[in-house]
């Protein structure tokens, strides 16, 4: 079982940045890929970035949506059990309840099995 636990939301103006955090309960943190998914009112769930697992490489693969490339960075710091999203040059589109996933394969392909509760980033124009 791993525990998720989300920090960094709020509310912020177009062109700001926040930066996400999600520390994960488990000691094997760095066997496990890692996602930050949203959900925007009425929309679907979708990936934002994934960064794989550290058991096979120091240098983990990651993943960012065309939607934000170039504006958000997934990383993670497997001594502090966290994963990171930062994200610059927010748009109002960008508006929704952030969610932290972890899988436990090395990959960040795949399904989610543990999520955290959320947490809400809301962008004004």
Do not use: H
């Not at 496990?32 to 009112?41: I, K, S, T, V």
């Amino acid at each position: 079982q791993v525990q998720l636990v989300e920090s960094g939301g709020g509310s912020v103006q177009a062109g700001g940045s926040l930066r996400l955090s999600c520390t994960a309960s488990r000691r094997t943190f760095s066997s496990n890929a890692m996602g930050w998914f949203r959900q925007a009112p009425g929309k679907e769930r979708e990936l934002v970035a994934a960064i794989s697992s550290t058991d096979s490489s120091d240098d983990p693969s990651t993943y960012v949506a065309a939607s934000v490339k170039g504006r958000f960075t997934i990383s993670r710091d497997n001594a502090k059990a966290t994963v990171y999203l930062r994200m610059n040059r927010l748009k109002p589109e960008d508006t929704a309840v952030y969610y932290c996933a972890a899988r436990g394969g090395s990959s960040w392909r795949g399904i989610y099995e543990y999520w955290g509760q959320g947490t809400q980033v809301t962008v004004s124009a």
